[in-house]
C-alpha cells in the first residue's frame, strides 16, 4: 500500500487531505510525491486526518523518502531494450538472482554495458529525424575516406 493508495481509499482528494491537514494542496502532492519530506507534525496530522495509526503513516512516509531517493538518479531515466532499464534488468535478476548486494550492482553495470550499443543503434534505426540530426551536428568529425 502507498499513501496515495490509502488517501484514495478514503476518497479523499489531495486539496481534501491538504485542506484537512491545515497546507496547499501543492504542498501535499509535493509531500505524497517525495519532493518534500514530512516532518513528525505533518506525519501525525496525515495520520489523524486518515484515521490510522502513525506507525502505518510512518511506514507509508519512509517508502516514499526510499522510492524519492531513488527515483531522482538519472540512472531510471537509461532506456535498454526499449524499455526503462531497470525494469528490463528486472527481468533478468527473475532468471538468476544475484548472490549478495555487490554482485547486484556489478551485474547492473554490466547489462547496462552490454545492452546500451544496442539500444542506441536501434534508436537511430527507427528515429529518421535523429539520425539525420545528429549526422549533421557531426558531420565535420568525420574523416573523409576516398
Not at 484515521?51 to 531517493?69: H, M, Q, R
Not at 546500451?116 to 536501434?122: E, R
Amino acid at each position: 500500500m502507498t499513501l496515495q493508495i490509502l488517501r484514495k481509499s478514503k476518497n479523499l482528494t489531495v486539496r481534501d487531505l491538504a485542506a484537512k491537514m491545515g497546507i496547499s494542496a501543492s504542498y501535499y502532492s509535493h509531500l505524497e510525491n517525495g519532493r518534500r519530506e514530512f516532518s513528525p507534525e505533518l506525519i501525525r496530522k496525515c495520520s489523524n486526518v486518515l484515521e490510522e495509526d502513525i506507525e502505518t503513516i510512518e511506514i507509508l512516509v519512509s517508502k516514499i523518502n526510499s522510492n524519492s531517493k531513488f527515483s531522482n538518479s538519472w540512472i531510471t531515466n537509461l532506456r535498454v531494450q526499449n524499455r526503462n532499464a531497470l525494469t528490463a534488468f528486472e527481468d533478468e535478476l527473475k532468471i538468476e538472482k544475484a548472490k549478495d548486494q555487490d554482485e547486484l550492482i556489478n551485474r547492473f553495470a554490466r547489462f547496462i554495458r552490454n545492452n546500451i550499443g544496442q539500444s542506441i543503434l536501434d534508436e537511430f534505426d527507427k528515429n529518421h529525424e535523429l539520425d539525420s540530426a545528429f549526422k549533421a551536428r557531426y558531420k565535420n568529425y568525420i574523416t573523409a575516406r576516398r
